[in-house]
T-cell receptor, first 112, second 112 residues
Framework: EAGVTQFPSHSVIEKGQTVTLRCDPI?????LYWYRRVMGKEIKFLLH????????ESGMPNNRFLAERTGGTYSTLKVQPAELEDSGVYFC??????????FGQGTRLTVV | GEDVEQSLFLSVREGDSSVINCTYT??????LYWYKQEPGAGLQLLTY?????DMKQDQRLTVLLNKKDKHLSLRIADTQTGDSAIYFC????????????FGRGTSLIVHP
């Protein structure tokens, strides 16, 4: 069984540009989560999908971040326009209902 | 203050035991977790403990929970260089969502 896959693994963009991160959850996992870790800080929850619906998006920093999960399969997280403080590692995780969440390897985003 | 706190660095000699400590604030925490992140890899769930347990042992890993003091520890016996990684403490007070809240992570450095 394939694990949670995130793409790209690294991204370096200039301030003001747009970046789209992708997460492919484990097949059959209805729950999909996005987290972010800014350098040296804790891993912070961003949002939670159940299938294609946003269950909880209380952790989204601001309206420059847009997450989608059309069809309830893979998810994208778009940052537009990117700012320097958006740099960090973005983790995606998926789970079945009420079970352990499996994490992807993360996307390291650097905004310069 | 932060919901989950842990020290940032721990350095041990190969073969010694490592003890990574964590404190949390949510008294309704149901699950306490330890995740490991090796360089360039995703988050791997190492072990978890239910809040009604005091201790859990799994091979070289021992988790101790002091619910009264809201203190969690991870002991790694016979620490090896391959144990060098960042260890994240996390808790979830479920409500059915199982979304963990993470600490900043403790960088474990194992030297010969």
């Amino acid at each position: 069984e394939a694990g949670v896959t995130q793409f790209p693994s690294h991204s370096v963009i200039e301030k003001g540009q747009t970046v789209t991160l992708r997460c492919d959850p484990i097949s059959g996992h209805d729950n999909l989560y996005w987290y972010r870790r800014v350098m040296g800080k804790e891993i912070k929850f961003l949002l939670h999908f159940v299938k294609e619906s946003k269950q909880d998006e209380s952790g989204m920093p601001n309206n420059r971040f847009l997450a989608e999960r059309t069809g309830g399969t893979y998810s994208t997280l778009k940052v537009q326009p990117a700012e320097l403080e958006d740099s960090g590692v973005y983790f995606c995780a998926s789970s079945r209902l009420n079970t352990e969440a499996f994490f992807g390897q993360g996307t390291r985003l650097t905004v310069v | 203050g932060e919901d989950v706190e842990q020290s940032l660095f721990l350095s041990v000699r190969e073969g010694d035991s490592s003890v990574i400590n964590c404190t949390y604030t949510d008294s309704s925490s149901t699950y306490l977790y330890w995740y490991k992140q090796e360089p360039g890899a995703g988050l791997q769930l190492l072990t978890y403990i239910f809040s009604n347990m005091d201790m859990k042992q799994d091979q070289r890993l021992t988790v101790l929970l002091n619910k009264k003091d809201k203190h969690l520890s991870l002991r790694i016996a016979d620490t090896q260089t391959g144990d060098s990684a960042i260890y994240f403490c996390a808790e979830s007070s479920t409500g059915g969502s199982y979304i963990p809240t993470f600490g900043r992570g403790t960088s474990l450095i194992v030297h010969p």
